[in-house]
């Protein structure tokens, strides 16, 4: 197996602890616009999802364009918390490995958390958020911009590893042929990686534990 050289993570529940505060976001924007109220079973529902797709979903009868820009305006002065040693860890891995992220959260939203936690875009190789591909997890082809680029770079599917805590990132990294960790920082619990085929080895508790992990001169 070739020497990784490219470490990508998934945003939401893997980097920042997200769905509980971006559920009261959500529900206050559309509060806001004096839309139906929503609730977090509701969101749970079509978390995942890109974002325009997202609140089409829980709103079908509104223009998400309209909620967007209500949305970017609210988000303005809130922030969401790291998984604990997040940032550190991801610092630490950009010594060695490109580091970049695929995620169906929004690109404005995305920049602006990071912001908050004392990061900047160009601290990544790339960010691939809503919208910037056709397709998003879990089909394989949401990684095709992505592995483009990475071959630009001379690196290849084998030498590149997606980092994720959802069973749809498992399934999107495993078709495009790309290595996988799995975090359980989010709902997915260690059984059900399992029962999927994820090795033990290649399940975390979180992505702290990943320079470990990812210290042998092979991964596999």
Not at 6 to 20: G, Q
Not at 130 to 149: N, T, Y
Request: proline share 5%; aromatic share 10%; net charge negative.
């Amino acid at each position: 197996m070739e020497q990784l050289k490219a470490v990508i993570f998934d945003w939401d529940n893997t980097i920042v602890t997200s769905f509980d505060h971006l559920v009261l976001c959500h529900q206050e924007v559309g509060r806001q616009l004096d839309w139906p109220p929503v609730t977090k079973e509701q969101i749970r529902a079509v978390w995942g999802r890109p974002f325009e797709e997202l609140v089409r979903m829980l709103w079908p009868m509104h223009d998400s364009k309209d909620f967007e820009m209500a949305y970017k305006q609210y988000i303005l002065d809130k922030t969401v918390p790291e998984i604990e040693g997040a940032i550190t860890t991801i610092v630490e891995l950009k010594k060695s490995f490109l580091i970049g992220i695929v995620t169906s959260a929004p690109r404005f939203e995305v920049e602006h958390f990071l912001t908050h936690l004392g990061m900047k875009k160009t601290d990544f190789f790339v960010i691939q958020a809503a919208g910037e591909s056709e397709h998003h997890k879990p089909d394989p082809r949401v990684f095709d911009p992505l592995i483009a680029l990475l071959q630009e770079q001379r690196i290849g599917k084998s030498e590149t590893i997606y980092v994720g805590d959802n069973l749809s990132d498992f399934y999107a990294a495993r078709y495009a042929c790309l290595q996988f960790i799995a975090v359980l920082t989010g709902t997915t619990s260690c059984e059900r990686f399992q029962a999927v085929g994820v090795s033990s080895e290649n399940i975390l508790t979180s992505i702290i534990e990943l320079p470990k992990r990812l210290g042998h001169e092979k991964f596999s």
